[in-house]
């Protein structure tokens, strides 16, 4: 006999036992999906509608919470977790909440878990304590929003099939992000989701001028910005490379054309993001993700890295002078100095603020309004310029928020992830379980990108960090079970 929860599992709908559920449960993905572009492109006019849809969605979610986590997969890439309380994530997360309350299921034990209802603790601790206090409802619910999100993916993806699902909509809204990138290059256009279509400040600038280099447009998608597009792709990515991979081995032919087709359009709808952080990360991760088949498999991926980058950057003058640029004029400054003495600068700015408030920080988001009265001791900007940028350093940006005891906790988070990861892929493999151990590998190289990157951008334009720490913990939660019903069985026989 079958348990409610696993025949009201969506996968079973793909399979094609219900044509009906299959298509409501299609439908409400792509309601998700439009939530994000329908809320920013139409903030006031259509706002109304954009509420309805989202409780449609978060309806579908009450019935069926596989569903959620499907449609959460997918909008990621054009919402989370900006201005939460207005998207779908946080109607999707509630219902998974009220799901589980409900009697679903029971959330297991959880050292991540654990650490991150102290880490979303001290978050309200530290609003409740800031000088400033702004936009701390919008703030208080997306932190609070992490936990639950964890909380559902650990109880609800309760098996590979559910993981596995979860990953191909990852990967869908990835390569249909990069097709839209693409477009945009040939035809030099932006969706209402640009940040730069929300600034009236641009005046008489024209697009390219306004969001380009070198007279190149650097393209955004449904990401808001260039670097939060290359970033999405750059952790999408290993969840198209490893199978690929995998394919090659096993001389899958037609999986591996169509991945590598995906990881093609993908990739080149990156580099025209034009951003360094993500260039030097994904650099990193190829090694990382290498370095798991062996030396030659290093020397291998260096080799072609070298080989394919050093034509790219001679060919390509932006791409060669967007590195050049880091010590040339920074933008954030209104090219006032070189981009590596404003952000030294921006991180003594930084430091000071952890002095004046070492134990809970100045509060969640609370930076930019604490950063005028310590502006006059560093000369930073030319006079009369107001554009107020983030830190660019994750760790610096989160004990500046949360103080010492913040990043410590964020930090245990990060470490914690990792190691349920490393001990995922040791059972599975054991277990010869390899395609969800290429899949737990595929969130750590992705995780490893993420901790590159966030040494030189702020944690608000990683919008994938509390989606990979949830999905590792569903995958721990899934190998350790399996682990532990292959010894039951051992002691059986």
Known sequence: MMSAAETASIPEWLLGRSRQKSRLAVAAVLIGLAISIVMLASPNALQGLGI???????VAALLWPQLAVYALAADIIATWPQSAPKYIGVLLVLAMTWRILTGYARPRKDKIL???????????????????????????????????????????????????????????????????????????????TSLYQQVEALG????????????????????????????????????????????????????????????????????????????????????????????????????????????????????????VSVFTGAEEAGAYMSSVEWRLGMWQVGLQMVADHPLTGVGPGQFMYNFKQYLPNYQLMPPGYEVISPLHNTFLATTVDLGLLGLALFVVMLWLTMRTLWRAQRELRANDRHTMADMAMAVEVAMVGLLVSMLFADLERFRYVWFLIALAGAIGGVATTGARNRTTAQEGT
């Open 114 to 192: 654990l650490v991150m209802i102290a880490f979303t603790v001290l978050a309200w601790i530290s609003m409740i304590l800031s000088p400033t206090k702004q936009d701390i409802t919008t703030t208080a619910v997306t932190y609070s929003s992490f936990v639950v999100m964890y909380w559902a993916f650990i109880t609800l993806l309760s098996s590979e099939k559910l993981i596995r699902n979860t990953i191909v909509f990852l990967v869908l809204a990835g390569l249909g992000a990069a097709l839209i990138g693409l477009a945009q290059m040939f035809l030099h256009f932006t969706l209402p």
């Open 204 to 323: 008489e600038m024209t697009l390219v001028d306004a969001q380009g280099f070198m007279g190149r447009l650097r393209v955004d998608s449904v990401a808001a910005q260039p670097v939060l597009f290359a970033f999405s792709l750059q952790t999408v990515a290993p969840f198209v490379i490893l199978p690929l991979v995998s394919a090659w081995r096993t001389r899958n032919q037609l999986l591996f054309l169509a991945l590598l087709v995906c990881l093609m359009t993908m990739a080149a709808a990156w580099t025209q993001t034009y951003a360094r952080t993500s260039y030097v990360a994904v650099a990193v991760m190829l090694i990382w993700g290498a370095s798991k088949y062996g030396r030659r498999a290093v020397v291998t991926v260096v080799v072609a890295a070298a080989l394919l980058a050093g034509p790219l950057l001679l060919v390509s003058e932006p791409i060669r002078d967007r590195f």
């Open 52 to 58: 309805i849809l989202g409780m449609i969605a978060a």
